[in-house]
């Protein structure tokens, strides 16, 4: 990047900084229910999302291999039972369950919610799964990028995401696109295909059950499934 390049990035967190004090913080609108919060287990679910469906094979038929990696990555580097130790903290005490996620059924998290995350043992034990699928997508972006450019790139979906009260799927849609633009390309079929037929059968999935499932609410309303 040549000089230019940075004077506008200098300019554009200067023109951010003078927003955050002018407006008195980040939220534009109802600030009484996006107050910003110590919400660490964010980044568990930034793991999982990122991760998981771009690793498919190395979850499910190359799971025995993978266990196998994962133990000896444990023995020789202490680092991992440290992140697993920080994501089983995040987990305890860092899990917001916002008013607006149990307001609105229509939505996936309300379900995740439900029936996973209000668990406070079903956290727990999502744990070895999120270290594991960590252990799969931050290695190759660290190896990829370095570790300047890479913990710039996490601290900044930190930045994002932590804060954040509320659980919705979008808010991740940015720090994922980030983090796999960054990350090694996906060469080859069987890197490229299963993520993308999970993400085609999850989509058609969704927009099937909200064309074919309408349900109705106390107030006699429609209502429709959705994101």
Not at 52 to 72: K, M, N
Not at 81 to 91: R, T, Y
Not at 179 to 207: D, E, Y
Request: proline content about 7%; hydrophobic content about 55%; overall charge positive.
């Amino acid at each position: 990047c040549g000089r230019s390049d940075h004077a506008f990035l200098l300019v554009l967190l200067v023109s951010f900084g003078i927003f955050v004090v002018t407006n008195g913080g980040v939220v534009l609108g109802d600030k009484a229910n996006h107050r910003p919060v110590c919400h660490l287990a964010q980044l568990l679910y930034l793991t999982a999302l990122a991760g998981a469906p771009f690793e498919l094979l190395s979850l499910t038929v190359g799971l025995p291999a993978t266990l196998r990696q994962a133990a000896a990555t444990l023995r020789t580097r202490p680092v991992v039972a440290l992140a697993a130790a920080a994501s089983a903290c995040a987990a305890a005490w860092c899990t917001h369950c916002h008013p607006f996620l149990l307001a609105d059924n229509r939505h996936a998290t309300f379900y995740i919610w439900r029936y996973f995350l209000s668990k406070p043992l079903l956290r727990f034990a999502l744990v070895p799964c999120y270290t594991l699928v960590g252990g799969l997508l931050y290695p190759p972006l660290w190896r990829s990028q370095g570790s300047l450019l890479a913990t710039g790139l996490l601290g900044c979906c930190s930045l994002v995401l932590v804060p954040t009260p509320l659980l919705e799927l979008r808010y991740f849609t940015l720090p994922i696109f980030l983090i796999r633009l960054h990350c090694p390309p996906l060469v080859g079929w069987r890197s490229w295909l299963p993520p993308l037929a999970a993400f085609a059968a999850v989509n058609m999935a969704t927009i099937a059950i909200f064309l074919t499932r309408p349900f109705t609410w106390v107030d006699g309303t429609v209502a429709r499934f959705m994101w």
